[in-house]
C-alpha cells in the first residue's frame, strides 16, 4: 500500500480493510500446508498472520463494523491454539540444532528420552491445530470475514480520512509502553512474567507501528526495527528459561549435575541475551529516545505544533491545580 500524491484521501475503514484483506489472502494460502503439516515454517507464518490480523481488529475496532463472529476473544483462542505446537517446535529446534553439536556424546544420548517427550508434545499440540483449522468456528469466521471485505462497513470515524487520524490510531498502545516496569526490571530472578508481558506490549507496538507504516513513511522505520530487536532478545530469553525447566522437570537430580556442559551453555546464552536487553532498554529510555519517539510519529508541523500546545495546556493545568 503505497501513497500517490494528489490521490484521494484514503479513509480509515478502506486502510483497515486493506491490511485485513492481505493477512486473510496469506491465512488462506497457509491452511493446506499446515493442515497437512509441511514444516515448522508455515505454522509460525500462519501464527504471525493471525497476530497481526489479531492486532488489526483490534487497533482498528472503532473504524469497522466487523461480523459478530470476528472480535478479539475468538481470535486470541485460535492464536493460543496455534501458539503451543509452534512454541515446541521453538524448543526441540533450539535444542536440536543450537546445543546438541556442542555436547559430549554421554550428554546427547541422556538428552534422546527429553527430545522424544518434546515430540510427542508438539505432536499433541499440531493435532489440536489441525482441530481449529477444521472447525465449524474458524472456517464460517473466515468465511465472514472473506464476505465483509467485499463488502465492508464502517462507521463514521471509518468514513474519515486516515492521515488525520495516525496519532489516534497509535497514541494508545504507544502512550503507557514506556511505563510497563518491565523496563525497569535490574535482575531477571523472579521477574518472568512480567518480562514476558512486556515482550508481548513490545510487540503490539511493533505490529501497530507496520500498520501505518503507509502513512509515516520512513519515519518510524528506526524504531520498528528497535522494537523487533527488543521482542527477539526477550523472546530468546524467555525461550531459553523455558527450554531449562523442561529439561529440569524430566532429568532425575539437578540439571548442573546431569548435564554441565548443557547446563552451562544454557547459563552462558541467558546471561548474553540479558546484557544485549539491558543495554538496548538503556538506550530506549531516556527522555531524548521517547521524544524522538513521539517527533517521529508527528512528522507534519501543523500536527507537532497542535500537540506542543496540548502539552503546554496540560502542563499549565498542573502548575494551576497542582
Known amino acids: 500500500m503505497v501513497f500517490q500524491p494528489g490521490s484521494p484521501p484514503l479513509s480509515n475503514g478502506r486502510f483497515a480493510r486493506d491490511l485485513l ?41 472503532s473504524a469497522l463494523q466487523l461480523p459478530p463472529a470476528i472480535n478479539d476473544q475468538r481470535l486470541a483462542k485460535w492464536v493460543r491454539r496455534l501458539g503451543l505446537a509452534r512454541d515446541l517446535d521453538v524448543l526441540r529446534e533450539r535444542l536440536e540444532d543450537g546445543f546438541l553439536p556442542q555436547l559430549p556424546e554421554a550428554e546427547v544420548r541422556a538428552l534422546r528420552p ?16 489441525v482441530e481449529v483449522l477444521q472447525s465449524r468456528s474458524y472456517l464460517e469466521g473466515l468465511a465472514q470475514l472473506q464476505r465483509w471485505l467485499k463488502q465492508p462497513e464502517f462507521t463514521r470515524l471509518g468514513e474519515q480520512p486516515i492521515r488525520e ?6 497514541g494508545p498502545c504507544l502512550a503507557s509502553l514506556f511505563l510497563h516496569p518491565g523496563w525497569q526490571v535490574s535482575s531477571a530472578e523472579g521477574e518472568v512474567e512480567v518480562l514476558h508481558e512486556l515482550r508481548r506490549r513490545i510487540k503490539q507496538a511493533r505490529y501497530r507501528l507496520e500498520n501505518l507504516s503507509a502513512v509515516e513513511g520512513a519515519q518510524t522505520a528506526g524504531w520498528i526495527g528497535r522494537f523487533k530487536q527488543a521482542q527477539e532478545l526477550l523472546g530468546e530469553f524467555n525461550d531459553l528459561q523455558v527450554l531449562q525447566r523442561a529439561i529440569h ?52 508541523p501543523w500536527l507537532a505544533r497542535s500537540w506542543f500546545l496540548v502539552k503546554s495546556g496540560l502542563r499549565r493545568a498542573v502548575a494551576r491545580f497542582g
Open 21 to 61: 484483506q492481505r493477512q486473510v489472502v496469506k491465512l488462506v494460502q497457509l491452511q493446506t500446508p499446515v493442515s497437512e503439516g509441511k514444516g515448522t515454517e508455515p505454522l509460525h507464518q500462519m501464527r504471525v498472520t493471525m497476530r497481526r490480523l489479531r492486532t488489526t481488529v483490534v487497533q482498528f475496532d
Open 165 to 170: 487520524w495516525v496519532l489516534e490510531w497509535q
Open 114 to 129: 527429553v527430545l522424544k517427550q518434546l515430540r510427542r508434545e508438539r505432536q499433541l499440540a499440531y493435532g489440536h491445530v
Open 249 to 300: 522437570d524430566q532429568v532425575p537430580g539437578p540439571l548442573e549435575e546431569v548435564f554441565p556442559q548443557l547446563e552451562w551453555l544454557l547459563v552462558q546464552h541467558q546471561r548474553h541475551c540479558w546484557e544485549q536487553w539491558r543495554e538496548l532498554a538503556g538506550d530506549l529510555l531516556p527522555p531524548s529516545q521517547r521524544q524522538r519517539l513521539w517527533r517521529a510519529l508527528l512528522p507534519r
